[in-house]
């Protein structure tokens, strides 16, 4: 049986993940901080639902508490490592940047030296859209220099892929980041973009709309994202014996067993669209509240995606009104509005 640690196991991405990989016959062992960043209690039922089945086990513990998480790794001993955990937010970023420098720089840290001293098979990291910040050249391209991130929370990210690339190089420890592109569902956060519109609308209160609603998002449905993560696990990336090896439009490195992939839809969605969704799926309009950009945010993104195609022979295939019905039921029956 495979054994596969993933962290932030209690978060939106990591409970849908954790539950595909033991519907697939791994054990899996969750580690979370629970951390109050958003609601506790619907982590707490994330984790819940995962404990139903005998191969899930879990710790409750910060990143940054290195003793702890090594010794559930050392006794847990996986195969691979599914590193998801993070302070997220890109607005939140703006007021409580040390979070982010404690969690994504110390805590992926401690994730890193784990995995070195476990020799596990396959370390999978996420980073974010958000690294290629201030690039206008789209769609974004693994390819492309991220260099010009916009927010603390990009930049601690875009740390972690060059933290992850010294540590492939230094000890031969096959390392993938993945980025994600806007992603929703059900089970979402609550600082996030649908589950916020979708509370107002319902509610009858106003949303904010960013930059007068000029902007555009590659929104990406976590079915589709964890089923991309969960291929990327078999796609070990290898140290090229020379830079000849590598295919072009390839993230590989040429000196480290390292790559970079894009996991999104690789459809530009208008942000107006997606609320138009939302609203027919509630049968409400919703009170709309014009406002300008934010400090940070970008006008849109956009992926390219042909990389994990080539890589697992998958592309991310959920339409967005699709997604936003399956939400909008999900939310409906939780909050019983």
């Known amino acids: 049986m495979r054994r596969a640690f993933v962290t932030g196991s209690a978060g939106f991405i990591g409970c ?28 707490r039922r994330r984790h819940a639902m995962l404990m139903q089945s005998a191969q899930f ?23 691979v490592i599914i590193h998801l955990a993070a302070q997220a937010g890109v ?6 940047p040390r979070a982010y420098v404690q969690a994504n720089l110390i805590g992926t840290f401690n994730v890193m030296e784990a995995a070195r001293r476990r020799g596990v098979d396959h370390l999978l990291m996420a980073s974010t859209s958000s690294v290629y910040g201030g690039n206008a050249d789209m769609p974004f391209a693994e390819t492309q220099q991220a260099d010009l991130p916009l927010t603390i929370y990009a930049a601690t990210k875009k740390a972690n892929e060059a933290m992850g690339h010294s540590y492939a190089h230094l000890h031969d420890l096959p390392v993938t980041m993945f980025r994600f592109f806007t992603v929703y569902g059900p089970w979402g956060r609550p600082d996030m973009a649908l589950f916020r519109f979708t509370d107002a609308i319902l509610d009858g209160r106003p949303i904010d709309i960013y930059n007068h609603g000029d902007m555009s998002r590659d929104f990406t449905y976590v079915a589709d994202l964890v089923r991309g993560i969960r291929l990327l696990i078999d796609a070990v990336p290898r140290r090229p014996a020379s830079p000849t090896e590598i295919a072009p439009g390839d993230s590989l490195s040429p000196v480290a067993p390292y790559r970079v992939v894009n996991i999104g839809n690789s459809d530009k969605v208008r942000l107006l669209d997606f609320i138009d969704a939302i609203e027919q799926e ?12 934010q400090p940070g945010d970008v006008p849109a993104t956009w992926a390219d995606s042909s990389l994990l195609h080539s890589l697992t022979g998958y ?10 019905t399956r939400f909008v039921t999900w939310f409906r029956e939780y909050y019983e509005k």
């Open 91 to 96: 607005r939140h970023s703006l007021e409580n």
């Open 16 to 43: 849908h993940l954790a539950d595909l990989l033991l519907s697939e016959g791994f054990a899996v062992h969750g580690y979370d901080g629970m951390t109050d960043y958003y609601d506790v209690g619907l982590k």
């Open 315 to 324: 592309r991310p295939n959920t339409g967005f009104a699709d997604g936003v």
């Open 282 to 293: 509630t049968g409400r309009p919703a009170i709309r509240n014009y406002m300008p950009m």
């Open 57 to 79: 086990t879990a710790t409750e513990a910060m990143l940054e508490d290195d003793d702890t998480l090594s010794a559930a790794i050392d006794e847990f001993a996986p195969d």
